[in-house]
């Protein structure tokens, strides 16, 4: 009991101290394939309809603290337009908000998405797609519900007591507001009318916007995404997709790799627009700042999913299986909820796709 406490403590400290002095982290979605603008500003638009529209939550280290330490919410609109007049081409455009608090630091961003999908080849089967998204981030902390080393008293805190922390702003509430831009790239195929593969990198913070509530000119480090995937399907029955991702930022990298199974519920006249999902992931954050030499695995991430008439529900849960780490948190990584809807198919001879699968 006493060791399991020590473990909390260890890491409530962490979260705390990395969210106020470190450089700053971007949150992540171990759904990233279900949460397209918040991976790759060139998905904008890339779907086979005229608008999607997409939710995601994320709650991490549950056990560690209630309410959670990690909290992330994040929703987004993006549509496909001017498909006729570009011959072939689209024009996409969105919007994507998300609100991420860690601990007593809250950040919201929005972000203006914008896409064009250059198609390619006779039968137009390939797209190269560059993206780009411009709005603001802003982050703000109440350092008065705050306990600091100095205000340790020996038997516990007093938080009347001065903190002598050199914050820029001295009656406790600190807050700002920065401009920022993230870009990027993305190319997709169908080979064949079953088999089909994609590919993107996008980089985020171009603007490294001071991200510091301290006097001082910390920046916020950009971070560069690369990610890929195949899809196959297998006489209209079942739709395999493997995937993954890379990304650094600062010192700090992450990789998930895996794949996904949607079973056809719909018949081969429909295939996909009825289906049933389950998929396996393994998160290899092997790299931070803290413990440079770990090249442990992170968690083993599952998820379940249900496609219905356009819609996707998705829950996906990190069981923790780094050793320490696992005994705070009780194995509970984090637990995730996905919501995504499209409209329906424009070309009615093209199937549904109960992922983010880019099938045209």
């Known amino acids: 009991m006493k060791n399991n406490l020590h473990f909390r403590i260890i890491l409530f400290s962490i979260i705390l101290s990395f969210g106020l002095s470190s450089k700053g982290q971007d949150y992540k979605f171990s759904q990233f394939y ?83 999908h250059k198609s390619l080849g006779k ?40 903190n002598f922390e050199n914050f820029f702003n001295t009656n406790g509430i600190n807050k700002f507001i920065k401009p920022n831009i993230h870009l990027g790239l993305f190319w997709s195929s169908n080979f064949t009318k079953t088999i089909g593969a994609y590919a993107g990198a996008s980089v985020f913070n171009v603007l490294k916007p001071k991200d510091s509530f301290f006097k001082s000119d910390n920046e916020r480090a950009m971070r560069y995404n690369a990610h890929a995937g195949l899809f196959i399907d297998v006489k209209k029955v079942v739709l395999i997709s493997p995937n993954g991702m890379y990304m650094f930022q600062a010192k700090a990298q992450q990789w998930i790799a895996g794949s996904t199974f949607s079973f056809n519920l719909s018949g081969k006249s429909e295939p996909y627009k009825t289906a049933i999902s389950a998929g396996i992931w393994v998160d290899g954050g092997a790299k931070n700042t803290l413990i440079p030499n770990d090249k442990s695995l992170n968690a083993i991430i599952s998820s379940v999913s249900v496609s219905f008439m356009g819609l996707q529900i998705g829950v996906s849960y990190d069981a923790t299986i780094k050793k320490d780490l696992s005994k705070a948190d009780k194995s509970f990584g984090a637990l995730e909820a996905s919501i995504i809807y499209t409209s329906k198919p424009l070309d009615k001879k093209r199937t549904y796709s109960p992922l983010l699968c880019p099938k045209f």
């Not at 997409?54 to 994040?74: E, M």
């Not at 993206?131 to 805190?157: D, H, K, M, P, Y």
């Open 123 to 162: 039968n137009k089967n390939h797209y190269l797609s560059a993206g780009v998204q411009v709005g603001f981030i802003q982050r703000s902390v109440n350092t008065n519900n705050l306990a600091f080393e100095n205000q340790f008293t020996g038997a516990g805190f007093d938080i009347n007591k001065p």
């Open 34 to 116: 279900n949460s397209p603008l918040n991976l790759n500003p060139a998905f904008t638009g890339k779907i086979n309809s005229l608008y999607r529209l997409v939710a995601n939550y994320r709650v991490q280290y549950l056990p560690v603290q209630s309410p959670s330490p990690y909290n992330t919410l994040s929703a987004s609109a993006d549509f496909g337009l001017l498909r006729d007049r570009l011959k072939g081409d689209i024009f996409g455009a969105g919007i994507v908000f998300t609100n991420d608090r860690q601990t007593a630091i809250m950040s919201n961003t929005l972000m203006v998405s914008l896409a064009y």
